[in-house]
T-cell receptor, first 115, second 114 residues
Framework: AQSVTQLGSHVSVSEGALVLLRCNYS??????LFWYVQYPNQGLQLLLKYTSAATLVKGINGFEAEFKKSETSFHLTKPSAHMSDAAEYFC?????????????FGKGTLLTVNP | DAGVTQSPTHLIKTRGQQVTLRCSPI?????VSWYQQVLGQGPQFIFQYYEKEERGRGNFPDRFSARQFPNYSSELNVNALLLGDSALYLC?????????????FGNGTRLTVT
């Protein structure tokens, strides 16, 4: 079984500040991990994914995440927040290699960016 | 190329009614998945279909059913609607294979049950 815990349902940062969104996972098999972003009234857009290659994964819009097996974490970071980053962010785990049919999502973190 | 398209975008139904939601995958994608996103929560997996066959099912009651057509489009049906079925229903498509291609999501259908 797989599960995801996102620490902090709401994170508020100033424009230009570091963004750090936390995600811890639990998986009985080697996981594949994903971060998705959801803007209001839209579906989910993939930011980045970890599929057992490099542990530091770079995504779109300047985001990156680091897979740390010892900490079972996959935190999302961005060095400098932009107003357009305001959205809800979801961490997800796929618990079965070779099949991405079932993603287990966390509850999401709402990111607010203050001018 | 067009992304995943879902229809309708919004829907209001009454308790006890039945609803059908539709999804067209990205061209070339043969697998379609359905997720339910209740307000304030992450999406929850309902079904996956590939080649018209159900390949996975989440923890949802039998009131939920789906099917996939030869052109790979899909329908999600929910019978005997409950207030708790109010949610954003997301469809996602992916090429079928072992490379863990990510899911590509549509913008969803917002279902309100009154």
């Amino acid at each position: 079984a797989q599960s995801v815990t996102q620490l902090g349902s709401h994170v508020s940062v100033s424009e230009g500040a570091l963004v750090l969104l936390r995600c811890n996972y639990s998986s009985s098999v080697p996981p594949y991990l994903f971060w998705y972003v959801q803007y209001p009234n839209q579906g989910l857009q993939l930011l980045l994914k970890y599929t057992s290659a490099a542990t530091l994964v770079k995504g779109i819009n300047g985001f990156e995440a680091e897979f740390k097996k010892s900490e079972t974490s996959f935190h999302l970071t961005k060095p400098s927040a932009h107003m357009s980053d305001a959205a809800e962010y979801f961490c997800a785990v796929s618990g079965r290699r070779g099949s991405n049919y079932k993603l287990t999502f966390g509850k999401g973190t709402l990111l607010t960016v203050n001018p | 190329d067009a992304g995943v398209t879902q229809s309708p975008t919004h829907l209001i139904k009454t308790r006890g009614q039945q609803v059908t939601l539709r999804c067209s995958p990205i061209s070339g994608h043969k697998s379609v998945s359905w997720y339910q996103q209740v307000l304030g929560q992450g999406p929850q997996f309902i079904f996956q279909y590939y080649e018209k066959e159900e390949r996975g099912r989440g923890n949802f009651p039998d009131r939920f059913s789906a099917r996939q057509f030869p052109n790979y489009s899909s329908e999600l049906n929910v019978n005997a609607l409950l207030l708790g079925d109010s949610a954003l229903y997301l469809c996602a498509s992916t090429p079928w294979g072992a490379d863990n291609s990510p899911l590509h999501f549509g913008n969803g259908t917002r279902l309100t049950v009154t």
